[in-house]
């Protein structure tokens, strides 16, 4: 079991903004930038952990600051390379580091994952984007980018089923599997490399934030495939809360960070 601890001297934290110690939820939620969060996590300490920066697009997160998403691109890449750096320090042997963003930043800061920080590349996983609009002058981005490293072998690594895709009017299903619909049927689908069945929470009367949020199902999907029960997860840019949501189901215990107090945990 990993031991994590924040070394208080090391975190200049804002707020602590929960603290749980029952035996179902266990960790802290501290308002803090991700970088410091991060460094302040002992060496070898988190079995999971799942980095969803911002994209540096524009995005108006806060009304004190509306520069927080409008770095200029080298500030913000070296800014990136240094997170990515220290969520691998922490990750333990055998533990799993995953990385959402646009695929430009996920191939560069892939790079230094496995270059610099010596992690193994398992998988991208291309997560569908549903709106389909024109944009500028090259192909519409289809897909946000869901990488998965892990520090040398990975300790836990399970390939969750799904269900077919049923017709919504017919319930039937919606491919034909030939010989094996009879398996499929009673077993589900092995889980693959593309999800188009979510996307990012973008309706208001479902977003718990005004910025986007990933869906609940796609950290289940994370904690199926690398969660450890009784492990520690920790999430550096932690929004709405989904991940640590997941995290509890899971039975792990975790460290969560954000920069801004979005909302109320």
């Given at each position: 079991m990993s031991k994590t601890t924040m070394r208080s001297s090391a975190l200049k934290v804002r707020e602590v903004l929960a603290s749980y110690g029952?035996?179902?939820?266990?960790?802290?939620?501290v308002q803090a930038d991700a970088l410091t969060f991060l460094k302040s996590l002992t060496s070898e300490s988190a079995d999971l952990v799942f980095l969803d920066p911002p994209f540096n697009l524009g995005k108006l997160y806060s009304s004190r600051n509306r520069d927080i998403d409008r770095k200029p691109e080298e500030e913000y890449s070296r800014w990136l390379e240094k997170i990515v750096s220290e969520s691998g320090r922490v990750l333990v042997p055998g533990g799993a580091l995953y990385l959402y963003h646009l695929p430009k930043w996920a191939m560069l800061l892939?790079?230094?994952?496995?270059?610099?920080?010596?992690?193994?590349?398992?998988?991208?996983?291309?997560?569908?984007?549903k709106n389909g609009f024109v944009r500028g002058e090259r192909l519409y981005p289809a897909h946000y980018a869901l990488l998965l490293f892990t520090k040398g072998r990975p300790?836990?690594?399970?390939?969750?089923?799904?269900?077919?895709?049923?017709?919504?009017?017919?319930?039937?299903l919606i491919k034909d599997y030939g010989g094996y619909r009879s398996i499929i049927e009673r077993q589900g689908i092995n889980l693959s490399d593309f999800w188009d069945d979510?996307?990012?929470?973008?309706?208001?009367?479902?977003?718990n934030r005004k910025a986007n949020e990933l869906p609940q199902l796609l950290f289940?999907?994370?904690?199926?495939?690398?969660?450890?029960?009784?492990?520690?997860y920790v999430d550096p840019f932690l929004g709405s809360?989904?991940?640590?949501v997941a995290a509890v189901r899971a039975g792990m215990r975790f460290y969560g960070c954000d920069l801004l107090?979005?909302?109320k945990y």
């Open positions: 029952d035996k179902k939820v266990r960790g802290k939620i892939g790079s230094v994952l496995v270059g610099k920080s010596g992690l193994k590349f398992l998988h991208w996983i291309a997560i569908s984007m300790k836990i690594f399970n390939r969750p089923k799904i269900e077919p895709t049923k017709c919504r009017h017919c319930d039937r979510l996307s990012p929470v973008r309706h208001a009367n479902r977003k289940s999907r994370v904690m199926g495939i690398s969660g450890i029960d009784g492990g520690v809360g989904s991940g640590i107090r979005s909302i």
